[in-house]
């Protein structure tokens, strides 16, 4: 699987009932954890304060990962990705841990 830098900020629309809001958010914990149980979603991190989140992302390719992976993601309507796919450097200290 390839890797991708992925940057999601969520806006969720003015007006939205609060109880969509909470049912959705429940649903993306699940889902995340399917993510993660798959090999899709690799780490997560969430900046101090911000509706965004930074996160290693892995799909066969970019298309599956807006398709299938991001695409499955229950708050996605109200999500704006900006995917950076990446490729190992050579100077990776994880790489030599196995980790690339």
Known sequence: MKEFLVEI????????DPNEVSRRRAAEAVRAGELAASG???RLWRPVGEMRSIGIWRAADEAELHEKVLGSLPMRPWMTPKVTPLQPHP???GASAGES
């Open 9 to 16: 900020t969520t806006t969720i629309p003015e007006g939205t």
């Open 40 to 42: 899709h979603l690799f």
């Open 91 to 93: 100077n990776d200290p």
